[in-house]
């Protein structure tokens, strides 16, 4: 298995412009998240999904949206680009049966800067 | 939004030395993680804690989920150069969402 990946490692974007953070797992995971890690600090919930076509905001999800049109991939987009969303962007997953929560593994993560 | 207060912020500490750091939150867990973070990758899970007042190791790592269920502890014994890293905290509630709340990190730097 190759767990959970994200394209790309690194990008620079300008003010304004917009992009895909892509996110993958193999783990057959129902539960998949983005977080953002701003330098010193824990990560903060973007955006969750709990199951295919189910997606739902965290704890800062402005500037941001996503989709889940299938069980392994979870995109992250950010539309106009601004200085604030420079940050290191990581996918994570994990799952959840009969309300029983599994650990949630993560990604690599994506480092954005937007100048 | 909450983030768990995590200590210390960072430490440097001789080879051969224990380590000890904790989380504490004005809120109820009802799991407790502990994940290792090195350069440029993604956090990697070391401990889960399922019940409070339990007691569980990895290795040289131990961990312990309060019996409030409002804290953790992560120690770390015998500390070696590829321990360097920072770690976290992360408590989770369960709720539908399996959402994580992340501490601020422990920066640890080991001298050999």
């Known amino acids: 298995n190759a767990g959970v990946t994200q394209t790309p490692k690194f990008r620079i974007l300008k003010i304004g412009q917009s992009m895909t953070l892509q996110c993958t797992q193999d783990?057959?995971?129902?539960?998949m998240y983005w977080y953002r890690q701003d330098p010193g600090m824990g990560l903060k919930l973007i955006y969750y999904s709990v199951g295919a076509g189910i997606t739902d905001k965290g704890e800062v999800p402005n500037g941001y949206n996503v989709s889940r049109s299938t069980t392994e991939d979870f995109p992250l987009r950010l539309e106009l680009a601004a200085p604030s969303q420079t940050s290191v962007y990581f996918c994570?997953?994990?799952?959840?049966?009969?309300?029983?929560?599994?650990?949630?593994?993560f990604g690599p993560g994506t480092r954005l800067t937007v100048t | 939004g909450q983030q768990l207060n995590q200590s210390p912020q960072s430490m440097f500490i001789q080879e051969g030395e224990d380590v000890s750091m904790n989380c504490t939150s004005s809120s109820i867990f009802n799991t407790w993680l502990w994940y290792k973070q090195d350069p440029g990758e993604g956090p990697v899970l070391l401990i889960a804690?399922?019940?409070?007042?339990e007691l569980t190791s990895n290795g040289r790592l131990t961990a312990q989920f309060g019996i409030t269920r409002k804290d953790s502890f992560l120690n770390i014994s015998a500390s070696i150069p590829s321990d360097v890293g920072i770690y976290f905290c992360a408590g989770q509630r369960g709720n539908a969402g399996n959402m994580l709340t992340f501490g601020g990190g422990t920066r640890l730097m080991v001298k050999p």
């Open positions: 994570a997953s994990s799952y959840r049966l009969a309300g029983i929560s599994y650990e949630q593994y």
């Open positions: 804690l399922y019940k409070a007042g």
């Open positions: 783990m057959n995971h129902n539960y």
